[in-house]
């Protein structure tokens, strides 16, 4: 069975960090390219990062260019996602996510919310 | 970046009614377009891939038809598990982008 579980959420203040994990199994992860989604409290969906199965490329949308490392370790089957200098625009819920076909996610973690608050 | 519009926004049916929701990209996208379910407090679940493909698992009650900029997702038959938020997502260029959802509600 495949599984994606997020973790590493929480209340930060503005200007802080915070790294998300995501352990996943059921499937050889270094064969996939994988995502970060985030969904805003109410709001639609919005794609954050990808990574290349072996690390070598990384792709960002602009919102978060500079700010958000993703990254990943095939041998603990884990994808990370730091984030640092967050905003209030962060808060989110963070969802990891398999690329699946081109650019398409076929399996979803549960999600991690995080919130952005002084 | 490609602008996703669906439409309408919420609609209300009963269960057994076929219903139809649209997805226009700002530019044409060929055939890359997913669409995903979400139910309040769950991750989205893949139902349509390559606007056409069915994922695996899913009903086949659920159909997605278009290329180019505009689509469709078709319900055949509704079921009381089918009420939730739809979104559409287009693949063929960076960065990925999603319609702003279709709330599917009972009447």
């Known amino acids: 069975e495949v599984q994606l579980v997020e973790s590493g959420g929480g209340l930060v203040q503005p200007g802080g960090s915070l790294r998300l994990s995501c352990v996943v199994s059921?499937?050889?992860?270094?064969?996939?390219?994988m995502s970060w989604v985030r969904q805003a409290p109410g709001k639609g969906l919005e794609w954050v990062a990808n990574i290349k199965e072996d690390g070598s490329e990384k792709y960002y949308v602009d919102s978060v260019k500079g700010r958000f490392t993703i990254s990943r370790d095939n041998a603990k089957n884990s994808l990370y996602l730091q984030m640092n200098s967050l905003r209030g625009e962060d808060t989110a819920v963070y969802y990891c996510?398999?690329?699946?076909?081109?650019?398409?996610?076929?399996?979803w973690g549960q999600g991690t919310l995080v919130t952005v608050s002084s | 970046d490609i602008q996703m519009t669906q439409s309408p926004s919420s609609v209300s049916a009963s269960v057994g009614d076929r219903v139809t929701i649209t997805c226009r990209a700002s530019?044409?996208?060929?055939?890359?377009l997913a669409w995903y379910q979400q139910k309040p407090g769950k991750a989205p679940k893949l139902l349509i891939y390559e606007a056409s493909s069915l994922q695996s698992g899913v009903p086949s009650r659920f159909s997605g038809s278009g290329s180019g900029t505009d689509f469709t997702l078709t319900i055949s038959s509704l079921q009381p598990e089918d009420f939730a938020t739809y979104y559409c997502q287009q693949a063929n260029s960076f960065p990925r982008t999603f319609g702003q959802g279709t709330k599917l509600e009972i009447k």
């Open positions: 996510a398999r690329d699946f076909r081109r650019n398409i996610d076929d399996y």
């Open positions: 059921g499937f050889t992860f270094s064969s996939y390219w």
């Open positions: 530019q044409g996208i060929r055939n890359w």
